[in-house]
Structures are given as C-alpha cells and as structure tokens.
C-alpha cells in the first residue's frame, strides 16, 4: 500500500512515463535479460516451510525500454500470488 513513505499506486506519468503506474512496493529486486522477443521464463524457488501457507506475495517488472517515453521505462500489470500449503 505504500512505498518509502509514498501512497501506492505511484502514477510515473509526471517523471515522463503516462500510462505506467507503481502497483507493488519495490522492497526486493531482481534483474535479468530477456529474450530477442522480449520473454522472460522465471522460476523461483519456495522454501518447504508450512508457515509460508497463504502468504500473499505481490510482483510487478519494471522494464528498460529507452524508447518508449522519456523516463526510458515502461512497467508490468501487477501480479498477486498467494503460496499455498
């Protein structure tokens, strides 16, 4: 719901990107590369702990994408993905 302090959705619009919105707090990153065609296959692995049972964890990329607007970024739908036992 918010991000250093910030209200999310944090609309990137005034930064030079209309249309793109911060949906999930960037606490955690990861970086990678995608394909020529722009895919990205992810696998990441859950630890086998019962007590990680309905944790919501909520995901969003932020893509480098220089043409794209002036901010040079573009960024994912949000996504919410809840762990199951």
């Known amino acids: 719901t918010s991000w250093l302090g910030r209200p ?43 007590n990680l049972g309905g944790v919501s964890l909520f995901l969003q990329a932020a893509i480098i994408d220089l043409p794209a607007n002036r901010l040079g970024m573009t960024v994912s739908n949000g996504l919410r993905v809840t762990l199951g036992r």
Request: hydrophobic content about 50%; charged content about 10%.
């Open 8 to 50: 999310l959705p944090l609309d990137f619009g005034p930064f030079g990107a209309p249309g793109c919105a911060m949906l999930a707090s960037w606490d955690f990153s990861l970086t990678f590369i995608t394909s020529s065609i722009g895919t990205l296959h992810l696998a990441l692995p859950v630890p086998d702990d019962i």
